[in-house]
């Protein structure tokens, strides 16, 4: 019985077939046809040179980057001296200004404490019912 239940199902029991036929179809395509298994590894092992000869070809051009950049001339150290005697300039002012932020936001949050306080102890008025905001409607109407 359940044998005839797999039997009419669409599984594949021999998917990895098909994965393995996929994937030589696109190494061929990237690759080329090859005739033998062994042109094959020849042209496996002549990719991963040719992507180690390109490794190392960046790696020493960012060798020779950074060489280039960590010798620079007076004139590149002056920039930089002035750049940063500006930013630690800019820096200051800004330390100044939050510090005269938090005065001004500590001084708004005593006032506010006070306030608070202040009404705290008187008491608040008790807003009208519906009952009562009725009774002064029509009392008002009938006054009219």
């Given at each position: 019985?359940?044998?005839?239940?797999?039997?009419?199902?669409?599984?594949?029991?021999?998917?990895?077939?098909?994965?393995?036929?996929?994937?030589?179809?696109?190494?061929?395509?990237?690759?080329?046809?090859?005739?033998?298994?062994?042109?094959?590894?020849?042209?496996?092992?002549?990719?991963?040179?040719?992507?180690?000869?390109?490794?190392?070809?960046?790696?020493?051009?960012?060798?020779?980057?950074?060489?280039?950049?960590?010798?620079?001339?007076?004139?590149?150290?002056?920039?930089?001296?002035?750049?940063?005697?500006?930013?630690?300039?800019?820096?200051?002012?800004?330390?100044?200004?939050?510090?005269?932020?938090?005065?001004?936001?500590?001084?708004?949050?005593?006032?506010?404490?006070?306030?608070?306080?202040?009404?705290?102890?008187?008491?608040s008025p008790v807003p009208p019912t519906q009952k009562e905001m009725l009774y002064l409607k029509t009392s008002k109407e009938a006054d009219a």
């Open positions: 019985m359940a044998v005839e239940y797999l039997a009419s199902e669409k599984i594949w029991f021999d998917k990895f077939k098909y994965d393995d036929a996929e994937r030589r179809f696109y190494e061929q395509q990237v690759n080329g046809p090859a005739s033998s298994s062994s042109r094959q590894q020849e042209n496996g092992a002549s990719t991963i040179l040719r992507d180690i000869a390109r490794a190392r070809e960046n790696i020493q051009k960012s060798l020779a980057g950074s060489a280039s950049t960590s010798s620079s001339g007076p004139g590149d150290q002056n920039e930089l001296l002035s750049r940063i005697s500006h930013l630690e300039a800019e820096n200051q002012n800004l330390h100044s200004v939050v510090a005269d932020l938090q005065k001004a936001i500590f001084k708004l949050e005593s006032r506010l404490n006070a306030l608070e306080k202040s009404t705290s102890h008187q008491p």
